[in-house]
T-cell receptor, first 113, second 114 residues
Framework: DQQVKQNSPSLSVQEGRISILNCDYTNSMFDYFLWYKKYPAEGPTFLISISSIKDKNEDGRFTVFLNKSAKHLSLHIVPSQPGDSAVYFCAASGNFGNEKLTFGTGTRLTIIP | KAGVTQTPRYLIKTRGQQVTLSCSPISGHRSVSWYQQTPGQGLQFLFEYFSETQRNKGNFPGRFSGRQFSNSRSEMNVSTLELGDSALYLC?????????????FGPGTRLTVL
């Protein structure tokens, strides 16, 4: 049972435009959400997180939006740059103090110069 | 500050053998989590150690085990290897004080079982 879903396996975006990556979850006990970026042959790199008490968190070009009623979160990258080309994973955890992360299957983002 | 390191980076074993993977966390981090990444299943949580105790466990068979030492370094062991154990094994470290502590990942160990 996939509790965290990323329904788009791939996404292509022109350089300079906005990239929007989506993630849905089913477990209402999740209360902390993260986005990681992964290059081939490297471990995931933390990008940005959001707790369930907020609906938006910004960090530079990256913004994460959380819609708790829809159990949906999205990552916006503006403007998109060629170095953003990577696989993006959303992850969720529940019950503060629990280190277990449940990951989505990832979306491969390609930025077209 | 040095990042999370994992050794070895690549490993080839045959079915039935056992393997031990090592993870050194970021200095000061007390929690180490292990994940398995496969093309079909994505990243799946194996277990988490905090202060030498297993604090969380995923849904993997008992062939997968781990331990943590007093310096927070961790090892995971897989016994009686199966072809399906071929995967990238990632460890992540965090301060471990709360579930919102960011987990930082190492580069992974690529295990191939023949």
């Amino acid at each position: 049972d996939q509790q965290v879903k990323q329904n788009s396996p791939s996404l292509s975006v022109q350089e300079g435009r906005i990239s929007i990556l989506n993630c849905d979850y089913t477990n209402s006990m999740f209360d902390y959400f993260l986005w990681y970026k992964k290059y081939p042959a490297e471990g995931p790199t933390f990008l940005i997180s959001i707790s369930s008490i907020k609906d938006k968190n910004e960090d530079g070009r990256f913004t994460v939006f959380l819609n708790k009623s829809a159990k949906h979160l999205s990552l916006h990258i503006v403007p998109s740059q060629p170095g953003d080309s990577a696989v993006y994973f959303c992850a969720a955890s529940g019950n503060f103090g629990n280190e277990k992360l449940t990951f989505g299957t990832g979306t491969r983002l390609t930025i077209i110069p | 500050k040095a990042g999370v390191t994992q050794t070895p980076r690549y490993l080839i074993k045959t079915r039935g053998q056992q393997v031990t993977l090592s993870c050194s966390p970021i200095s000061g981090h007390r929690s180490v989590s292990w994940y398995q990444q496969t093309p079909g299943q994505g990243l799946q949580f194996l277990f988490e150690y905090f202060s030498e105790t297993q604090r969380n466990k995923g849904n993997f068979p008992g062939r997968f085990s781990g331990r943590q030492f007093s310096n927070s370094r961790s090892e995971m062991n897989v016994s009686t290897l199966e072809l399906g154990d071929s995967a990238l094994y990632l460890c992540a470290s965090s301060l471990g004080g709360s579930g919102t502590d960011t987990q930082y990942f190492g580069p992974g160990t690529r295990l191939t079982v023949l």
